[in-house]
């Protein structure tokens, strides 16, 4: 874990052009999104860089983006704007040096208000653990997730899926490798006919 960080932490803090120019486009849309209008006002950094690792190990340092900025209406703080899920993005590169804007791919997702999302190591790769969880009566059967890229897979995909206390589990639910109850197997019987007992 610590090599993980180790390594991102060697990487230059300035992001690449081509991946600057994808985190200003984002960091403009989330602004536009969820702080502008009759009234709204966004000051500081409208994206940040929250993390930078390697994630797709392509030996190019991949930039996670959160929102940066403040926002007030009519002079008072706005603290509501993004509502129970948060927009986040992942600006990834596509191998060479990355310095091409043709090279690097902005990847939007969303985020639980009530998880920040961390960088863990999953399967021998990083990845970045998330959450789907929201108010409300619908929630899924894991806390968190691990959303991951390999080599050659060309982006992000969930691999894992941890319950409340961070143990692996089934995307269902269950624990790993139990499979789930399937539900009645046998189909009901028709009714009989009635045959006269003699003819």
Not at 76 to 86: D, L, N, R, S
């Amino acid at each position: 874990m610590a090599a993980l960080f180790a390594a991102a932490s060697a990487y230059a803090q300035q992001p690449p052009a081509g991946a600057a120019q994808l985190i200003a486009q984002w960091g403009r849309e989330v602004v536009e999104d969820n702080c502008s209008g009759g009234g709204f006002r966004a000051t500081g950094t409208p994206a940040k860089v929250v993390f930078h690792v390697d994630f797709n190990a392509d030996r190019v340092p991949d930039y996670v983006l959160a929102p940066g900025f403040d926002c007030t209406m009519d002079g008072e703080p706005a603290y509501a704007i993004f509502g129970p899920q948060v927009p986040w993005a992942l600006v990834l590169s596509g191998g060479g040096d990355g310095s091409e804007g043709s090279g690097w791919e902005l990847l939007r997702f969303r985020n639980s208000e009530a998880h920040e999302p961390v960088v863990r190591q999953v399967d021998g790769h990083p990845a970045l653990i998330l959450s789907d969880a929201g108010p409300g009566l619908w929630q899924p059967a894991y806390a968190t997730y691990a959303w991951a890229a390999f080599q050659g897979t060309g982006g992000m995909t969930a691999v894992a899926w941890f319950d409340a206390d961070g143990r692996r589990i089934d995307k269902d639910g269950t624990a790993l490798g139990v499979p789930r109850d399937g539900g009645d197997v046998a189909a009901p019987v028709p009714p009989r006919q009635h045959l006269p007992l003699f003819p």
